[in-house]
């Protein structure tokens, strides 16, 4: 047994050790150079890469295939070396256009998709209702120092105390709340008098509100108060009043009926009479869009039936979009409601309720992106790069600048005297040391204007951004060398673009531009594109005559003009003209056997005639056939389209053959037989 097990052992071993070795040599045999072109090495590897990207449908390497792809290849890589002689890529046009590429083409390495996706599926979830919140505010900066913010959050957690004991929310809102719309708020220069909401934010979904804001309300009970929550904003309390299935996107009209300024108890009592006699009529058949049009008080949608912009449920106030949500019916109306605004009645005209996931998928992911809920997916990439690059800070260090800045930076003109700055680390990572004097240089340029602030507070925050400014740029700058499939796909970017642009030179625009050359090339390929027998026959039509007995009538006319009297077509067309009731026409053509079959029935030197109906017209039709015409060459106007691309291709040729001559290359034919 023992013997049996050892030998088991040692067959393991060998094979792994085979393994290894096939590894071992596959991997090396990609890193074999395969071709030379001047002093740039190709190697296997990136021969096979770009080959079987474009044969993924081979199910194995065909020789044949190898050769016709490698003589390919050659010509690109010509065609590239070319273009780098003649300074193509130090152009500014051009590094700027890769540029471009390479930022689209490295910003998956910055996103963590995983977290992209949650977001994605959880905004879906979300959009798929409205809640209806009111919320008490304490406001805090994001950046305020640790006793600024105990402060705020000491008192908004005696308020949330307060409401657990059975305080009312919305007085406590309205008394208590920083956020200044929850109070009544009297006329100025700014804006009229306008009622307080007492802490009421109306209906909202998904993307309506900052994410942690959002967060909160929907994982917050009907009837419950949140937990303390924090946003840019400070401190809230959120009060989840009603949770409805999604609106969507709606489009309503209204007939509206406003208060007057200054309106008395009276005043109120005409205004609902009128709206409820409004309603009467509505109910009794008289039409909506006649109503609306004489009665509505908003003028600017009266005219329009009182069809309103199409809304979702966070645009109007939260009385108008519960009337909306009991409407179930395109051309359903409400009952009159009353908002702050007046009196309403209101019509569904359309109602379009969010997709499934995967009809809605793409566009949530683009707005989760755009959105500071995809930070999150940044912020992990960013953690993830400090982890493994071992970053470390030095807050001591960093003091010693908080030190030197002074409230001028607020003004943006800080300026401290080089003398001040000292180059010690503030930050390592990597191989990366960043000093004092670069961090102040990043303060300096990143000035400006702006309402001043606790300058440890500004300090931090720009050492926040800087540190991962730093780190990122850094992580950018070693995609290539961290990811060969990052390297490659921006090499085929940089290769296609610089080809692109020398073949355009000297292909596609060339062969447009340079007429000479293209009329000469045409002498030579011309006896490819030649007409066959052709007639070249005059035609007179007269398209609308009442019927076949008037056409026979001027059948017969025609033939006593041409056949009798000599009359060329035109002098007929000239006097059938004037007759303002006809409608002439005369066309001469060459036709080929089979296009026309009038064409097809007139000798050269005769005439035959045709009549015809067509849309419950009668059409009477003329031939007279010029002339028979023997093959000819097509007219360089006539094939200026396959002429053209003709010539692209003779012109590339000919690039091809120039390139071979001047640029020297060179294959390893022991590494092509290897990858055969």
Excluded at 353 to 358: I, L, M, W
Excluded at 384 to 409: F, G, H, N, P, Q
Excluded at 496 to 516: C, H, P, Q, S
């Amino acid at each position: 047994m023992k013997i049996v097990m050892k030998s088991l052992k040692i067959l393991t071993l060998a094979v792994i050790m085979a393994a290894s070795s096939l590894q071992s040599f596959a991997q090396d045999f990609k890193e074999k150079t395969l071709l030379t072109v001047g002093n740039e090495k190709i190697t296997a590897g990136e021969f096979l890469n770009i080959y079987n990207k474009n044969n993924v449908q081979s199910e194995a390497i065909d020789p044949k295939t190898i050769n016709e792809y490698l003589d390919l290849f050659i010509n690109f890589r010509l065609k590239v070396k070319d273009a780098e002689v003649q300074g193509l890529d130090t152009m500014k046009s051009f590094k700027d256009e890769l540029a471009g590429y390479r930022k689209q083409l490295a910003q998956p390495y910055f996103t963590d998709e995983s977290v992209i996706d949650l977001l994605t599926k959880e905004a879906y979830d979300r959009s798929q209702y409205d809640i209806r919140a009111s919320h008490i505010l304490i406001r805090c900066a994001a950046d305020a120092l640790p006793a600024d913010t105990l402060t705020a959050w000491k008192k908004i957690n005696d308020i949330r105390k307060k409401i657990m004991k059975g305080a009312d929310f919305s007085k406590m809102a309205t008394e208590l709340s920083e956020d200044q719309s929850a109070r009544d708020r009297e006329a100025n220069k700014q804006h009229p008098a306008m009622k307080g909401n007492r802490g009421d934010l109306g209906y909202f979904t998904v993307f309506n509100m900052v994410y942690p804001f959002e967060t909160a309300a929907f994982n917050t009970p009907v009837g419950s108060v949140s937990q303390i929550i924090r946003t840019d904003f400070g401190y809230h309390l959120i009060k989840v009043v009603d949770r409805h299935p999604a609106l969507g996107k709606v489009t309503a009209a209204h007939i509206f009926f406003t208060f007057p300024k200054n309106s008395t108890a009276a005043d109120s009592a005409r205004v609902k009479s009128r709206v409820d006699s409004i309603y009467n009529r509505l109910n009794a058949g008289e039409k909506w869009d006649d109503l609306a049009t004489l009665y509505s008080d908003d003028k600017a949608s009266a005219a329009k039936g009182g069809q309103l912009p199409p809304f979702t449920s966070n645009r109007l106030v939260p009385d108008f979009i519960e009337a909306v949500y009991l409407l179930k019916n395109p051309g359903d109306y409400s009952k009159p409601v009353l908002t702050s605004y007046g009196w309403h009645i209101i019509k569904l005209v359309e109602k379009k309720t969010p997709g499934t996931f995967d009809e809605s998928k793409a566009e949530l992911k683009q707005r989760v992106t755009r959105d500071n809920r995809g930070r999150q997916s940044q912020e992990v990439v960013v953690a993830r790069l400090k982890a493994e690059y071992k970053l470390y800070e030095d807050i001591a260090v960093l003091k010693e600048v908080t030190a030197i800045v002074t409230d001028s930076i607020f003004a943006g003109t800080w300026n401290p005297a080089p003398d001040k700055i000292a180059s010690k680390t503030l930050f390592s990572f990597a191989d990366k040391k960043v000093t004092q004097s670069e961090f102040a240089q990043y303060l300096l340029k990143h000035q400006k204007k702006q309402e001043a602030e606790n300058i440890q507070v500004y300090v931090n925050k720009r050492f926040k951004d800087y540190v991962n400014e730093t780190i990122l740029s850094y992580e950018d700058n070693q995609l290539e060398a961290k990811y060969p499939d990052f390297k490659a796909l921006v090499k085929e970017y940089r290769d296609g673009i610089l080809l692109f642009e020398l073949t355009d030179r000297l292909v596609w625009t060339k062969a447009v531009k340079d007429t000479t050359g293209l009329r000469v090339y045409y002498q030579t390929v011309k006896q490819k594109y030649m007409w066959p027998d052709r007639k070249e026959v005059s035609m007179l039509t007269i398209n609308n005559l009442s019927s076949e007995r008037d056409a026979a009538i001027m059948l017969t006319k025609l033939e006593k003009w041409i056949t009798k009297k000599g009359k060329s077509l035109n002098w007929v067309k000239t006097e059938l003209m004037k007759d303002t009731l006809l409608s002439v026409n005369l066309t001469q053509e060459k036709y080929i056997a089979g296009e026309n079959a009038l064409a097809d029935k007139t000798a050269p030197g005769t005439n035959q005639s045709e009549i015809s109906t067509k849309d419950s017209k009668t059409l009477l039709t003329w031939a007279f056939c010029e002339r028979a015409i023997s093959p000819e060459p097509k007219t360089l106007e006539e094939v200026k389209g396959l002429v053209t691309a003709e010539y692209q291709n003779q012109l590339e040729k000919e690039w091809i053959e120039k390139l071979r001559k001047q640029y020297p290359f060179e294959v390893d034919r022991l590494v092509l037989d290897q990858i055969k």
